[in-house]
């Protein structure tokens, strides 16, 4: 079974540029997760999917950010323009179903540096 | 508000056991999870515990308190590989939003 998959992953831009990152979930799922980790923290979540709806975006920056799952499979997250803080790893995750999404399979993240 | 604390750094010797503990603190507790993540890798689900009590998967165990909103994981017969970082996650019933600690950075000593 193929693991979550992402792209790219590694990132370098200037500060107010655009950016952008996509997640292909392991098949079946219907949940994604997308989060930030910062070096040396947590992952914090940025944006829940139940297939196409967001049913969690509180933590997303919406003056900035965006996100979409067109057709409940993979997704992009996007951040436009892009600030020195934004610099961390995107990681994209998935789980099954409502009734196990307390074990979340996580990508290998992008890497993303603005300078 | 929720909070959850860790430890930030563990280390301990080859072959021996480790505690990692966890306390939270949050409006609505559904279970609590942990991960570990190897540098520049991606965090890989251990263990899970919704009610109290020990839960058990080879090498690595998982405990939960849920009056005293407290959990560890431990790790028996350490090896080299072990050295990671390890999170614990709640799982609240809002929205069954998914919160992670800070982590706690284990390094295993030959």
């Known amino acids: 079974e193929a693991g979550v998959v992402q792209s790219p992953r590694y990132k370098i831009i200037e500060k107010k540029q655009p950016v952008a990152f996509w997640c292909n979930p392991i098949s079946g799922h219907n949940t994604l997760y997308w989060y930030r980790q910062n070096l040396g923290q947590g992952p914090e979540l940025l944006i829940r999917?139940?297939?196409?709806?967001?049913?969690?975006d509180s933590q997303l920056p919406k003056d900035r950010f965006s996100a979409e799952r067109l057709k409940g499979v993979d997704s992009t997250l996007k951040i436009q323009p892009a600030e020195l803080g934004d610099s961390a790893v995107y990681l994209c995750a998935s789980s099954y179903k409502a009734g196990s999404i307390y074990e979340q399979y996580f990508g290998p993240g992008t890497r993303l540096t603005v300078t | 508000g929720q909070s959850l604390e860790q430890p930030s750094e563990v280390t301990a010797v080859e072959g021996a056991i480790v505690q990692i503990n966890c306390t939270y603190q949050?409006?609505?507790?559904?279970?609590l999870s942990w991960y570990q993540q190897h540098d520049g890798g991606a965090p890989t689900f251990l263990s899970y515990?919704?009610?109290?009590g020990l839960e058990e998967t080879g090498r690595f165990s998982s405990f939960l308190s849920r009056s005293d909103s407290y959990g560890y994981l431990l790790l028996q017969e350490l090896q080299m590989k072990d050295s990671a970082s390890y999170f614990c996650?709640?799982?609240?019933?809002?929205?069954?939003?998914?919160?992670f600690g800070a982590g706690t950075r284990l390094f295993v000593k030959a």
């Open positions: 999917y139940e297939n196409e709806e967001a049913v969690d």
């Open positions: 515990n919704a009610l109290d």
């Open positions: 949050t409006s609505g507790f559904y279970g």
């Open positions: 996650a709640v799982l609240n019933t809002g929205g069954f939003k998914t919160i």
